[in-house]
């Protein structure tokens, strides 16, 4: 028996009726039953309610039974298990180290959302052809998401989705799900259209409501004369958000010998007016030398020491202990060259 070729549209699928000729039939039969057990039910021979109950079960009834006759078909379409690709593309730059809360980094919020055996990736597996890849100054196919470490220098975010459609482009995409803070270093010319890319594009971003505390170094500049004996001026831009009215540490060392040169305790003013620390020491070497600067709060002190003298793995255990966004902008290296003198001078004061 062949199939109609009226359907219902309802929803994304479509009803049809395997036996359309028997749709006069089922019509008259189900108005004349239904009239049967109207006229049946409607001798007062028993209570009126349960009348009217029996009377509309029976009236259901001889609808399915006519709907049955018709034999309805639900008839719909749905992409072939894992015949489109879906690549999961994570940013793996150091801005997903940041801690807008003070509590957890961007990565560490998304990293048990990238597990294989969570329940949406588990899902999609099954319709998909689902891709691993990460990003930071180039795109790459991982085998695992367990190994990154959010370490890389530039977030070439515009660059790695280019190169993913240049990938796929002989591949049918449904599209690509974006884990990244949306910071990127190399943003698109002007007029550039993202449609282009040929496929959609699910970013997934954590919600920072809240503004990240964070304090860091802005600039360092270095004056020093041609006399030996005279001291070097070193001076400190620092800038903070929402830190303000709070004392920080300005600390000044030695980089080879880790010893301390000066420590300075300051009050942070106004965010808007300029916040500078300068330092007035005299090298008890010559030739080219190496200082470290590190700004904190005294709470701190710990996690600053820790990064300052551990690797990475320390450091990332240090971080986790402050409520900064991050602590890789609170410390910076300066060279000083002093020459290698002395150096005979005749100078008229």
């Not at 196919?141 to 660059?159: E, R």
Request: aromatic share 8%; with cysteine; glycine share 4%.
């Amino acid at each position: 028996m062949s199939l109609a070729q009226s359907t219902w549209s309802i929803g994304d699928w479509e009803l049809l009726w395997g036996a359309p000729q028997w749709i006069p039939a089922a019509i008259a039969l189900a108005i004349l039953l239904t009239a049967a057990v109207i006229w049946a039910y409607a001798l007062p021979l028993v209570r009126p309610s349960i009348r009217v109950l029996a009377a509309t079960l029976k009236i259901a009834a001889v609808v399915l039974l006519a709907v049955c006759l018709l034999q309805p078909l639900r008839s719909g379409t749905r992409p072939r298990p894992q015949a489109n690709v879906l690549p999961i593309v994570v940013d793996n730059s150091q801005s997903m180290r940041l801690k807008p809360d003070g509590e957890e980094s961007r990565y560490e919020k998304i990293t048990p959302l990238l597990r294989e055996d969570t329940p949406w990736r588990v899902r999609l597996a099954q319709d998909f052809d689902v891709r691993q890849y990460a990003f930071d100054a180039r795109l790459q196919n991982i085998d695992s998401f367990d190994h990154l470490q959010a370490d890389g220098y530039v977030s070439s975010l515009s660059g790695s989705l280019q190169s993913l459609a240049e990938r796929f482009g002989q591949r049918p995409v449904a599209g690509v799900v974006l884990f990244t803070d949306g910071n990127l270093t190399d943003r698109p010319a002007a007029g550039f259209d993202w449609s282009s890319i040929g496929f959609p594009i699910y970013p997934v971003v954590t919600d920072d409501a809240s503004t990240a505390r964070d304090l860091r170094i802005k600039d360092l500049s270095v004056r020093q004369t041609d006399f030996e004996s005279a001291p070097i001026t070193l001076t400190v831009a620092l800038d903070a958000v929402s830190m303000a009215d709070e004392e920080i540490v300005v600390q000044l060392s030695d980089h080879a010998t880790g010893k301390m040169v000066e420590e300075r305790k300051v009050k942070l003013g106004d965010p808007a007016s300029p916040q500078e620390v300068r330092f007035r020491f005299k090298p008890e070497a010559s030739g080219v030398l190496f200082y470290r600067v590190a700004v904190f709060t005294a709470d701190d002190r710990p996690a600053m020491k820790a990064i300052v003298s551990a690797d990475s793995a320390d450091e990332a255990t240090a971080e986790a202990k402050s409520d900064e966004a991050t602590l890789l902008n609170n410390t910076r290296l300066v060279t000083v060259d002093r020459g290698n003198g002395p150096y005979r001078i005749l100078y008229v004061a």
